[in-house]
């Protein structure tokens, strides 16, 4: 069975865990997918209780343990969790040859000196989950590049650099660093990890290399790129860096953030959008933010044949008219339009045929919503954050027709702040 199989598979059991009670949705995806959950408190203290009867997990809350008794709490247990006091545990030099998962949660950050991370690598040979990020590093662990088995991998700390010697670790899925400083040389090849799916980043970096036309791409990932888009964008002949992104033919999810620091990105805007054969061909989702585009560019996205969410973060359009185009966004369901002085918006079902969510952030500008998304049949959801009086008026009409349809009763309106 394949890993997509596999997480398919567990997200139906999240769902019936949810369907339960058992589990709590925190929040969802705008796909309407879990993003994230929770459980009730008592359901937490039962798992944590039947998981150390089984020897299946151990939680550490004190140090109210002797040394000698740290050490050897770990080495039955598949799961350990240490929720403080991590110097304590740490300076007892634990052992778990057992252990899979290693997650430490602590109440602020601290700093872990380099005389307990060299042996990380013999206490915990075989683990796969390794969550880090409430531990502040000054330099990388070099240690890490030996548990080959690692899967997950999050951490923090001060450094600048994360090393090739990563690309070591074949079974690496997920990658989550988090950096003080503002940016990372990232001189890890990702593209020769058949495993890889998710690198997350705090800070502005630099792939190397376009990708491996070897690199096993079966998978769904997601790509989020942040710094000087220009420089992505510029051609040099008739080609450019975004067309290395036209090669993952699976990649679902893709984040533009122009981040020009510390120029303004309104100085530093891009000139427009490459041709929508130049995205990836899978493309779902899409974010901009701060590319502070005309919205005459935006026919370029809808193009995209796949799209069906796109998220218009601060400014990455403006300009006071949005006029779509007929045959565009012929799958789109869910859009975001964040702050942007736009002013006239004309859309209908013609636009729009198939959008169920419309979401506006701090359109102050924004004289009202297109009467024309009645014609939706499948518009089900607008929430306006801020909005200008006319804007949330246009709104409510909306709602009042879409309302008084028998066959068309399920449509929601939020407007925040509500009126008084």
Same mark, same amino acid.
């Given at each position: ?160 650099? @994360?090393?090739?010697?990563?690309? =070591? +670790?074949? $079974? *690496? #899925? &997920? /990658? ?64 450019? @860096?975004?067309?290395?992104?036209? =090669? +993952?033919? $699976? *990649? #679902? &999810? /893709? ?166």
């Amino acid at each position: 069975m394949g890993q997509e199989c596999l997480e398919d598979t567990a997200e139906e059991y999240l769902e019936d865990l949810v369907d339960r009670n058992l589990v709590l949705v925190a929040k969802k995806r705008a796909n309407g997918r879990i993003k994230t959950c929770r459980i009730h408190d008592i359901l937490r203290d039962l798992s944590v209780k039947m998981g150390s009867e089984e020897k299946f997990l151990e939680v550490i809350k004190g140090s109210s343990q002797s040394h000698s008794s740290l050490s050897l709490i770990s080495k039955y247990h598949r799961c350990l969790c240490v929720h403080s006091h991590f110097l304590d545990f740490m300076t007892s030099i634990p052992s778990g040859p057992s252990v899979r998962s290693f997650l430490v949660f602590a109440s602020e950050e601290m700093e872990l000196p380099r005389e307990h991370t060299s042996f990380l690598h013999e206490a915990f040979r075989l683990v796969r989950v390794l969550d880090l990020k409430y531990i502040n590093f000054p330099k990388f662990p070099n240690e890490i590049v030996q548990l080959v088995h690692l899967r997950y991998i999050a951490l923090s700390g001060n450094f600048r650099v @994360l090393p090739a010697s990563i690309s =070591k +670790l074949w $079974n *690496l #899925e &997920t /990658l989550i660093v988090g950096t003080k400083a503002r940016e990372l040389d990232i001189q890890v090849d990702i593209w020769k990890m058949s495993q890889f799916k998710h690198l997350y980043t705090s800070g502005l970096s630099c792939l190397r290399g376009p990708p491996a036309k070897t690199r096993k791409d079966n998978e769904d990932p997601f790509l989020g790129i942040r710094g000087k888009l220009a420089t992505l964008v510029a051609t040099n002949g008739d080609s450019s @860096l975004f067309d290395n992104l036209a =090669k +993952l033919d $699976n *990649l #679902e &999810t /893709l984040k533009l953030l122009n981040d020009t620091f510390p120029i303004h990105p309104s100085q530093c805007q891009i000139p427009g959008l490459p041709q929508s054969y130049k995205f990836p061909s899978n493309l779902k989702k899409l974010t901009l933010s701060d590319t502070f585009l005309d919205w005459s560019h935006i026919s370029t996205l809808g193009m995209l044949p796949n799209l069906e969410v796109l998220k218009l973060k601060d400014y990455a359009f403006k300009g006071t008219q949005w006029e779509p185009l007929d045959g565009g966004f012929r799958l789109l369901r869910v859009l975001h339009i964040g702050r942007t002085n736009l002013e006239h918006w004309n859309a209908s079902g013609h636009h729009f045929p198939r959008l169920q969510q419309v979401f506006l952030k701090h359109c102050s500008c924004l004289n009202e919503i297109p009467f024309g998304l009645v014609e939706v049949p499948s518009l089900q959801n607008m929430e306006l954050f801020w909005p200008t009086p006319a804007a949330a008026a246009s709104a409510r009409t909306i709602q009042q027709k879409k309302q008084g349809d028998i066959k068309d009763n399920v449509f929601k309106l939020v407007i925040y702040p509500p009126d008084i």
